[in-house]
C-alpha cells in the first residue's frame, strides 16, 4: 500500500473498504477501461518491488486481447474506482502446473469477509479453468495454488490459509 499524506503532512490511515471484485474480460463493456487502470497498477506494483514491469504488462495485455485462459486479472472496485488488483497465471512450478498468484494489492483494508470472497473467485476460476483443461489440456489440471510474498507471511498463512513450501533467496550475481 502506498504510503498517503493529508495536507498537514501527516499520514492518512487506509480505510475499511467495500471493494467489489470484478474479473476481467474483453468482451465485457467496460473492461477494457478497468484493464487499463490495472495495468498502471501492475506497472507501479512491479516497480516498487524491484521488478521490470514492461514485459509482465505486455504479456498481459497479450493475454487481455486473446482471452488466453492461463491468465486471469481481476480488479478491485469500489464506487467506481480502481482501488486494489489481483493477478493469477498458470504457471510450471516443480513440474506441476499450478495457479500462480503474481500480484495481490489493495488500496483499502480488506474485511476478512472480503479476503473469503477473493479466496472463493480464486477457487472458481481454478475450477473453471480445469473444467476447460480437462477438455483442451488435461496436462494443465491444476490442485495447488501457489503466491509469494515479501512481506505479511503470517497473515498469509493465520487468515488466508496458504501454507509455506519453500524460501526463496536471491543473490546479485556480479
Not at 6 to 15: A, F, S, T
Not at 97 to 105: C, E, R, T
Amino acid at each position: 500500500m502506498a504510503v498517503e499524506l493529508n495536507d498537514n503532512g501527516e499520514i492518512v490511515l487506509p480505510r475499511r473498504g467495500s471493494m467489489e471484485l470484478v474479473r476481467l474480460n474483453r468482451t465485457t463493456a467496460g473492461h477494457a477501461a478497468l484493464f487499463e487502470r490495472v495495468m498502471s497498477r501492475v506497472s507501479q506494483f512491479s516497480f516498487e518491488h524491484g521488478c521490470d514491469p514492461a514485459s509482465l504488462v505486455q504479456e498481459l495485455w497479450g493475454a487481455f486481447s486473446t482471452m488466453n485462459p492461463l491468465y486471469c486479472v481481476w480488479a478491485g472496485v469500489e464506487r467506481g474506482n480502481v482501488v486494489g488488483h489481483l493477478l493469477l497465471a498458470v504457471q510450471n512450478k516443480d513440474g506441476y502446473p499450478v495457479a500462480y498468484i503474481l500480484q495481490a494489492d489493495s488500496d483499502v483494508i480488506l474485511p476478512r469477509r472480503m479476503i473469503r470472497e477473493a479466496l472463493v473467485a480464486l477457487h472458481l476460476w481454478v475450477q473453471e479453468f480445469n473444467l476447460w483443461a480437462d477438455k483442451a489440456a488435461p496436462h494443465l489440471h491444476l490442485r495447488w495454488l501457489y503466491m509469494e510474498s515479501h512481506r505479511m507471511s503470517e497473515a498469509w498463512m493465520r487468515h488466508v490459509g496458504f501454507e509455506p513450501h519453500r524460501m526463496i533467496f536471491r543473490r546479485a550475481v556480479l
